[in-house]
């Protein structure tokens, strides 16, 4: 029997190694969007689910030049291609998450925190001043409702558009703190 050589290409190696990172930081914004839910009624998580959501980006960097160092270097081109596919991963398994969150755990919770949240005087004022000669609690319960009638999978679309639309612009940042400089390329 012949034993045939497999080659993995230089874009199987990027795209295995982005799904594989893409994880790390996937599962960083998991942490960022629970941690967040649960600041919906502690905000100390909230903004610890802030500065988790923001560490997923020196992680990222972390990962690329560690990739750089030990597996190959990085052109800019593939640097982005790598980060882009990892920031991809990422919001793919955030979706996820988000989508079983809304699905079966939230349970209405969200949207009785909001509800108490706009019932404050000050809340309600400041909506009076942004939409003058609207009635505000029909606003505001007009609001609720939408939001409350909106299905899982629907949050889930939006949450996936705005997770691609973020990873789109973080990965370029990402990719030119990775890639591998060589006197050529300054």
Not at 29 to 45: R, Y
Not at 94 to 109: E, K
Request: hydrophobic share 50%; net charge neutral.
């Amino acid at each position: 029997m012949d034993q045939q050589k497999t080659q993995v290409t230089e874009s199987q190696q990027t795209r295995a190694y982005a799904a594989y990172y893409g994880l790390w930081v996937g599962l960083c914004w998991v942490a960022s969007f629970a941690l967040t839910m649960w600041g919906v009624k502690a905000p100390f998580a909230g903004n610890f689910g802030l500065l988790v959501g923001l560490c997923s980006i020196p992680l990222a960097v972390w990962l690329l030049r560690g990739f750089r160092e030990t597996i190959a270097p990085l052109s800019l081109r593939r640097a982005w291609y790598m980060a882009w596919m990892m920031f991809i991963g990422a919001a793919l398994l955030c979706t996820a998450a988000q989508y079983i969150y809304f699905a079966y755990l939230d349970n209405g919770l969200l949207v009785r925190s909001y509800s108490e949240m706009l019932q404050q005087p000050e809340m309600h004022d400041m909506i009076a001043r942004m939409l003058p000669g609207k009635d505000v609690d029909s606003t505001i319960n007009e609001a609720l409702t939408m939001f409350s009638a909106t299905p899982p999978a629907q949050l889930a679309i939006q949450f996936l558009f705005w997770n691609v639309l973020l990873a789109t612009f973080v990965a370029f940042p990402t990719a030119l703190f990775s890639f591998s400089r060589t006197k050529s390329e300054l």
